[in-house]
């Protein structure tokens, strides 16, 4: 998985105080970055978070699954640019492998998980060819593809949207992959806007 900023609006937490100052009429107020830190700690205690709208960011994700996006896409108030498997052929194998699965021979005579996983990827792609062979478009030959298929997305959220994201992904209950796709989001938005995003938690 690799995550890099693509875009962000300059000075976000300060226009998030611009903009939130409106509201209140409180621009004599204003002494940065004090002055910026007070008024979002006061914007997230009184849940006034419509402001954090005024700020956006874009994202580029590579080596994730179509799994993880189709989790991603139901984040409504978002702009999505995947990669795609109509126009695009996926001739060579690339996929993700959730890290759980057993790896190794046999245990107790039965195939490890990671084997059987491994083997089917193969008979996935094997088809896929086949069918591009038989002369079948890639919009339909696509259907024998599966959700572990890697992709390329594009991810632009207002900072009220990617928080509300970050509550709901940040959860020990939400799945590994879009988990670990957060945290690193998090990490990287972070060093921009500490004020806006300080007060997410992981839970472990």
């Not at 189709?70 to 890290?99: C, D, F, G, N, W």
């Not at 057993?102 to 089917?120: L, P």
């Amino acid at each position: 998985m690799k995550i890099e900023i693509l875009a962000c609006t300059p000075n976000p937490e300060e226009l998030v105080e611009r903009c939130g100052r409106i509201c209140y009429d409180s621009f004599e107020r204003v002494n940065p970055p004090e002055s910026t830190k007070k008024l979002i700690e006061h914007l997230i205690r009184s849940g006034h978070e419509s402001v954090f709208e005024h700020a956006c960011i874009t994202f580029l994700v590579n080596g994730v699954s179509r799994t993880l996006t189709h989790q991603l896409v139901r984040h409504r108030i978002a702009s999505y640019s995947q990669r795609s498997q109509r126009y695009v052929k996926e001739t060579e194998p690339q996929y993700v492998t959730p890290p759980s699965f057993k790896r190794g021979g046999y245990e107790d005579g039965v195939t490890a998980s990671y084997e059987i996983f491994k083997h089917q990827m193969e008979e996935c792609w094997k088809t896929y060819n086949l069918l591009l062979k038989m002369g079948e478009k890639p919009e339909d030959a696509r259907f024998v593809l599966p959700n572990a298929c890697e992709t390329e997305i594009a991810i632009t959220m207002n900072f009220r949207a990617l928080r509300h994201f970050f509550k709901l992904r940040t959860s020990k209950h939400a799945q590994w992959e879009i988990r670990n796709m957060a945290k690193i989001m998090w990490e990287k938005v972070y060093l921009i806007a500490p004020n806006v995003f300080g007060d997410i938690k992981f839970e472990e």
